[in-house]
């Protein structure tokens, strides 16, 4: 069965301090590990997916990394807009299904 | 910029009442997901479509739910009878990957069902 544990599951930061959220995964032969965004009360925004280990993604602040046990979200100099929860997803080579961890509350104080 | 649309976006119903959610995928995306998330926890798959067939309802409690997409587009989840642990937000997403589907999936707004 496929497991997403992230960490930490809220994070406080100070406009400007950079830090990373952590996902971690057990799965069986992973095809993808997606990353979305949510705001509250809407639905997921998707971010990047990550195919097999020692990628990387940048889009703005953000940048994915993968590796064969985890990934990591890091956020640069965030900005109160960074404000949200970020989903962490793997869908694996036994099923279909993709899995989702239960999110990072990221909240940025300007 | 295509979106996907969902209806209503939010419904209070009575528990052992019927009730239905409504998606419309972004157009030419032949891959269907309808999920359920709890407030405080990622979504979890309910059933997943590719055209108008079922790829996987395994996690969907077949007993109350129900899902169709009769002509490969539009889809209807409904619950009858609801139950109060029913409550939750029920996300449609789309994609267009072919299964396996390993292509981004994007999400409607959502519906928020509270039952009472």
């Known amino acids: 069965e496929d497991q997403v544990t992230q960490s930490p599951e809220a994070l406080r930061l100070q406009e400007g301090e950079s830090s990373s959220l952590n996902c971690s995964y057990t799965?069986?032969?992973?095809?993808?590990l997606f990353w979305y965004r949510q705001d509250p009360g809407k639905g997921p925004e998707f971010l990047f997916t990550?195919?097999?280990a020692g990628e990387e993604k940048e889009k703005e602040r953000l940048k994915a990394t993968l590796t064969k046990k985890e990934s990591f979200l890091h956020i640069t100099a965030p900005k109160p807009e960074d404000s949200a929860t970020y989903l962490c997803?793997?869908?694996?080579?036994?099923?279909?299904?993709?899995?989702f961890g239960r999110g990072t509350s990221l909240i940025v104080h300007p | 910029e295509a979106e996907v649309a969902q209806s209503p976006r939010y419904k209070i119903t009575e528990k052992s009442q019927a009730v239905a959610f409504w998606c419309d995928p972004i157009?030419?995306?032949?891959?269907l997901y309808w999920y359920r998330q709890i407030l405080g926890q990622g979504p979890e798959l309910l059933v997943q479509?590719?055209?108008?067939?079922?790829?996987?309802d395994s996690q969907l409690p077949k007993d109350r739910f129900s899902a169709e997409r009769l002509k490969g587009v539009d889809s209807t989840l409904k619950i009858q009878p609801a139950e109060l642990g029913d409550s939750a937000m029920y996300l449609c997403?789309?994609?267009?990957?072919?299964?396996?589907?390993?292509?981004?999936?994007?999400f409607g707004q959502g519906t928020r069902l509270t039952v009472v």
């Open positions: 479509f590719q055209d108008e067939s079922v790829v996987d």
């Open positions: 997403a789309s994609s267009d990957g072919t299964v396996p589907d390993d292509a981004e999936a994007f």
């Open positions: 799965v069986s032969g992973l095809r993808g």
């Open positions: 997803a793997v869908q694996g080579g036994g099923s279909y299904i993709p899995t």
């Open positions: 990550l195919y097999s």
């Open positions: 157009s030419g995306h032949a891959t």
